[in-house]
């Protein structure tokens, strides 16, 4: 067997993988946790609903991009190749390692929650936090060497399972009738400079929940009909995800005043314990341990396909291309997962979650500028999917992208600063690589 066509990518996945992949990618703990922050930063029923809803349409409109983008460079690690199609090597060296790093993070991160939210339900397990977290990584890392398919049917039960239990905590909510709905009071301050500045870090935290909603394009080189599949999975798994959020909401303001949920940090709780009893706080457990779980097995699929279209590239190691017989890139699963072993042994890596917003407007924005830019320059490339509504959709998501990338910077200068530096160290580093 020649060694391109060993370390090719098997064609294995599909249209119900791609949905349960956004579904698993997306829906995490944050939906559970953000409601009380942003009732506390915005204060008004109808602001926030607005707010969630605005972060669903930004969201909607890079699925519509997206769709066009990766049934027209079907290839593994997602917005990398089409940035680096379009604006050249450096763009796609940049956009690809920020984009690794924003997904190789994740699984670290989660393996470390989950356990804290084990020893909640078993507290005598409280000396083993850190053993039961690499215990985790160490059975997912086996789990994905098995095979491609192996994840696949492990992404689809947990993603559907998740989806099971967030409606059925949103009709208990609703069922609810122990206290009155909370009275809707206008609020006239909306244009004042505080409530601005809540909105713009209250949108950081809702992009943050929605980060993942474009997990399928980074599987499109394995997927059997990308063409069809791929636009038809972002439609679906976006609208389902805005709506769970949206309703989410909607049923805790139902149980809960928004004075009571600003002052809360674990929004779900509060509400299920006073719909549940003291077990409530038990249940919110399980639901976020199962949420966690699908959405573990989602990232810890994301990075080594993103890492395996660099180093095929040239922007890492040539090992990093190696594929297994089930189809895993076995280096760069490996190397992904002892980055994520590093944090969970360091452990206090809470602060590059902020950057993760961040840096997926820029990638996102620079994904929507490079849609324009090929329809331009390269008319005749073969585009199974047209955005609709071109070239008006991409301008303003473009547009939403620059707004909300300098209310970001209005709002979290020193993320910012942080992201600058790295991007000027990274230039003499790529010319290193493009040399070699």
Sequence with gaps: MSDSTQNQLKKTLGLSFNIAVLIGGTIGVGILRTPGTIAEM??????????????????????????????????????????KRALGDYAGFLSGWYDYIVNAIPPAFYCIVISEYTIILFPELANYSTVMSISLLVAFVL?????????SVIQQITSLLKVICFVALVIACFMYTGVEVPKIETNNSIFQIGLLFGFFKSLQLIIGTYNGWNAVCFFAEENDNPSKNIPKSLYSGVLLVVAIYILVNAAFFHV??????????????????????????????????????????????IPPRILYGLSRDGFFIKQGTQVNNGGTPIVALLVSSFFSLFLICIGSFEVLFSFAAFISIIVWGLAYYSLLKLRTTE??????????????????????????????????????????????????????????
């Design 143 to 151: 789990l994905h060497l098995s095979g491609v398919k192996n994840g």
């Design 379 to 436: 008319p005749h490339l073969p585009r199974p999917y047209r955005s609709f509504w071109y070239p008006w959709s991409t301008i303003i998501a473009i547009i939403f992208s620059i707004a909300i990338l300098a209310g970001f910077i209005y709002s979290d200068p020193k993320s910012f600063a942080i992201i600058v530096a790295i991007t000027i160290v990274s230039y003499p580093l790529f010319w290193v690589l493009k040399k070699k």
């Design 256 to 301: 809960l005043p928004i004075e009571t949920l600003a002052k809360s940090n674990l929004a779900a709780a509060d509400v299920a314990k006073i719909i549940f009893g003291d077990s409530g706080a038990k249940i919110v457990t399980v639901i976020s341990i199962f949420s966690l779980i699908s959405i573990l097995n989602a990232f810890m699929m």
């Design 42 to 83: 915005l204060n008004n029923y109808w602001l926030i609903l607005a707010s969630w809803l605005f972060g669903g349409l930004y969201v909607l409109l890079g699925a519509n991009s997206y769709s066009e983008l990766a049934t027209m460079l079907p290839k593994a690690g997602g917005s990398y190749n089409y940035i």
